[in-house]
């Protein structure tokens, strides 16, 4: 069975960078693209971007200038980086397993839990 | 204001058929396929339908998915409270270098 978990401090300073680790267990990393999604509270969801094993991304263009993501094949962890945040990116963060292995379809068949991030002073 | 437009809300009775469109545009839905997510809150999402029409293994036939043109429905049959989530449809967007974008979502509510 395949899991994510999110992880990562749950508050974070406003200008300050965000950041967020998903450990995948029960499926390697090197098989599929990996995303992470976003929930600001009473909002729906936003896609943030994906990362595949090989390191190849792709943003959102809002969020572009201040998104990177990585990948540790090592640990079969993937992870966000957010820079210069402010309270509009506070939200539940999800982070996400691509259905079909090899391509990338926005169709996300395992999720993790959410980690909920609050950006304050 | 999300690039694929739902409805924001819908409701139904129990037993009955309700039907949650989503609409989009030539560089997304006209050029991809569509999936849909149920998501309750304080839950992670679950994928409902994928490529269109196609259920992963689990999920009830009373749920079903069409698309046309640049359009896209995700149907539920025989509604039942346990269906009563938001439903968001999300697709790939070949614009700006291409990206993915999910509809605002519709909140369900069974009646």
């Known amino acids: 069975q395949v899991r994510l978990l999110a992880s990562g401090p749950g508050l974070v300073k406003p200008s300050e960078t965000l950041s967020l680790t998903c450990t995948v267990s029960?499926?390697?990393?090197?098989?599929?693209?990996w995303t992470w999604i976003r929930q600001p509270p009473g909002k729906g969801l936003e896609w943030i971007g994906y990362?595949?094993?090989?390191?190849?991304?792709n943003y959102n263009p809002s969020l572009k200038s201040r998104v990177s993501m990585s990948v540790d094949t090592s640990k079969n962890q993937f992870s966000l980086r957010l820079s210069s945040v402010t309270a509009a990116d506070t939200a539940l963060y999800f982070c996400?397993?691509?259905?079909?292995?090899?391509?990338?379809?926005?169709?996300?068949?395992?999720w993790g839990e959410g980690t909920m991030v609050t950006v304050s002073s | 204001q999300s690039v694929l437009t739902q409805p924001p809300s819908a409701s139904g009775t129990p037993g009955h058929r309700v039907t949650i469109s989503c609409s989009g545009s030539?560089?997304?839905?006209?050029?991809?396929?569509v999936n849909w997510y149920q998501h309750l809150p304080g839950t992670a999402p679950k994928l409902l339908i994928y490529?269109?029409?196609q259920r992963p293994s689990g999920v009830p036939d009373r749920f079903s998915g069409s698309k046309s043109g640049t359009s896209a429905s995700l149907a539920i049959s025989g509604l039942q409270s346990e269906d009563e989530a938001d439903y968001y449809c999300?697709?790939?967007?070949?614009?700006?270098?291409?990206?993915?974008?999910f509809g605002g979502g519709t909140q369900l509510t069974v009646l």
């Open positions: 996400a397993k691509e259905h079909r292995d090899g391509y990338y379809d926005v169709a996300f068949d395992v």
């Open positions: 029960g499926a390697s990393i090197y098989d599929y693209y």
């Open positions: 990362i595949s094993f090989s390191g190849s991304t």
């Open positions: 030539s560089s997304n839905i006209g050029r991809n396929t």
């Open positions: 490529s269109n029409d």
């Open positions: 999300a697709a790939w967007d070949d614009s700006l270098n291409g990206h993915a974008v």
